[in-house]
Antibody, heavy 116, light 107 residues
Framework: VLLQESGPGVVKPSQTLSLTCAVSGDSVSNSAYSWHWIRQAPGQGLEWIGLIFSGGTTYYMPTLRPRLTISVDTSQNQISLDLTSVTAADTAVYYC?????????WGQGTPVVVSS | AIQLTQSPSSLSASVGDRVIITCRASQGISSSLVWYQQKPGKSPKLLIYDASSLESGVPSRFSGSGSGTEFTLTVSSLQPEDFASYYCQQSHGFPVTFGPGTKVDMK
């Protein structure tokens, strides 16, 4: 499975960040996978922020839960992330990652800078 | 959430050195542990999955061991391209969690 993230690059503070993850090589409907978003702020470690299963069940990082929505679009075979009310603390590289029985596939990541 | 700790947080080594990095889990995770290598500006590269299975294409100088709560990543003879950061990650329980990383630099 191949994953390709895309996003706006720069987002203004208080706006909504929207990212997509195009999936190829398999279907997002395949129940064997879980689909995750992981981010890495500059100079920092890796931080899991949320996941979605093919059936639509989601789990979010507790501190982001009020602002975060992850969804699956089976018609486009992609995963989406929406993060509202962004601040400078949301500046990071965002990765789309799939897990199949614990085995990961990573996208290349898309950088996001929150700046006015 | 399952917490992962790594030691050391950083180390200085020379080409040819044997390097061992430890990852400890706050509770038993069976063999559900992955090791990554990351270089600046790059996405994490999978080295080891299921605690001890070598990813295809990864040099055999990398090896992983352990189960339960204690795991190790060993580089048997450090090469110039191995200077990087290394992370462990567990997928035994949700959420997926990562260790804080170990930076390996040149002595």
């Amino acid at each position: 499975v191949l994953l390709q993230e895309s996003g706006p690059g720069v987002v203004k503070p208080s706006q909504t960040l929207s990212l997509t993850c195009a999936v190829s090589g398999d279907s997002v409907s395949n129940s064997a996978y879980s689909w995750h978003w992981i981010r890495q702020a500059p100079g920092q470690g890796l931080e899991w922020i949320g996941l979605i299963f093919s059936g639509g069940t989601t789990y979010y990082m507790p501190t982001l839960r009020p602002r975060l929505t992850i969804s699956v679009d089976t018609s486009q075979n992609q995963i989406s992330l929406d993060l509202t009310s962004v601040t400078a603390a949301d500046t990071a590289v965002y990765y789309c990652v799939s897990f199949w029985s614990g085995y990961p596939h990573w996208g290349q990541g898309t950088p996001v800078v929150v700046s006015s | 959430a399952i917490q992962l700790t790594q030691s050391p947080s950083s180390l200085s080594a020379s080409v040819g050195d044997r390097v061992i990095i430890t990852c400890r889990a706050s509770q038993g995770i069976s063999s559900s542990l992955v090791w990554y290598q990351q270089k600046p500006g790059k996405s994490p590269k999978l080295l080891i999955y299921d605690a001890s299975s070598l990813e295809s294409g990864v040099p055999s100088r990398f090896s992983g061991s352990g189960s339960g709560t204690e795991f190790t990543l060993t580089v048997s003879s450090l090469q110039p391209e191995d200077f990087a950061s290394y992370y462990c990650q567990q997928s035994h329980g949700f959420p997926v969690t990562f260790g804080p990383g170990t930076k390996v630099d040149m002595k």
